[in-house]
């Protein structure tokens, strides 16, 4: 038989399950893998917003992907909130001395409502310590703007203007998203010098708390299994758009609900 992909999580917690580890080891499970997760930070949020925020000493931080590493080793690594540069720069020197592969990088900077994820200084350890290792970097439109402390993009050609100055600051490839532009969403991948755009439909949806966490968990889990950073990157934007279409289904509450991992496995 197969080997079962094998993924990590190297982010924070979110204790509604909508965001965060729990968002990343629902989706490694949907895509048929087995899910770890290393914890850098403990929030209290809900689909109302993030409310607290207490980062991981990197210390621990550092064990806990030691103690997976040095076991399990992943096919492929998402990495999510780091919350401070510290953490940031412990986990790139622990990843480099493990030789990790397939590390999707999600900036993660600022939520859609509530207090800040990220410390000050993170943009710049996030460039410099982990832009290099990673296999895909996947910000959005205001992640990407603080990374390159540019204006907010407008449209695709700004998207992948910003997505060439993280490969020329060491990323090997970046996806922009444009869920926030108007409009349909379109996504922009800059690799190797050159640009290639990812349209969608925008699901009529207010439950979608979240997807950045579950697109690049998607992704790392397509690559775990060989696929090409383009078919990956495909595949997940389609199982996305099926799971904030399920997203409803949920009916978790009042607020900005996730989208529904499960979709294609409950009835």
Known sequence: MPRIPRLLSIAGSD???GAGVQADLKTFSAFGSYGMAAVTALTAQNTQGVTASYPVAPEIVVAQIDAVLSDIRPDAIKIGMLA????ARAVAETLARFGARNIVLDPVLVPTQGVSLASAGLEAALAAALLPLARLVTPNLYEASALTRTPLAKNADE???QGGLLCAAGARAVLVKGGDLEGEPVDVLFEAGEKRTFRGRRVPTRNTHGTGCALSS???CELAKGAPLIDAIAAAKAWLEGA???????????GRGPPHHFYALWR
Request: no cysteine.
């Open 84 to 87: 401070t540069p510290d953490i």
């Open 159 to 161: 998207m992948a203007a």
């Open 244 to 254: 904030l279409e399920a997203a409803d289904q949920l009916r978790l509450s009042e």
């Open 218 to 220: 998607a992704i790392a």
């Open 15 to 17: 204790p509604s399950g």
